[in-house]
Nanobody, 123 residues
């Protein structure tokens, strides 16, 4: 099993920044992938960004490209999401996810999930 714990959410004004962190523990997932997803009230969970754990190739949804940056610290087993130029439409619960296979934007293909951290952007 892999345990994921997110932190770093909060309330920020439009145009501000937040940095989310996700700590992974438990079994290693080798050459797998990790990603960030978000879910706003009344909406489905949607892909935000993902990264290959070994090669660190990154992938973004178009809605966050150029504003958000995903990164990881391989040795510390930490995943990060730097969010800049936040907008009210970015308000959601943000989830960290991990899988054994290659990067994908499909939430159902991720095996492990954190509990989520709330991000609220005020206008």
């Amino acid at each position: 099993q892999v345990q994921l714990v997110e932190s770093g959410g909060g309330l920020v004004q439009a145009g501000g920044s937040l940095r989310l962190s996700c700590a992974a523990s438990g079994r290693t997932f080798g050459s797998g992938a990790m990603g960030w997803f978000r879910q706003a009230p009344g909406k489905e969970r949607e892909f935000v960004a993902a990264i290959n754990w070994i090669g660190a190739s990154t992938y973004y949804d178009n809605s966050v490209k150029g504003r958000f940056t995903i990164s990881r610290d391989y040795a510390k087993r930490m995943l990060f999401l730097q969010m800049n130029s936040l907008q009210p439409e970015d308000t959601a619960v943000y989830y960290c996810a991990a899988r054994q296979g290659p990067v994908t934007s499909t939430a159902q293909r991720y095996d492990y999930w954190g509990q989520g951290t709330q991000v609220t952007v005020s206008s």
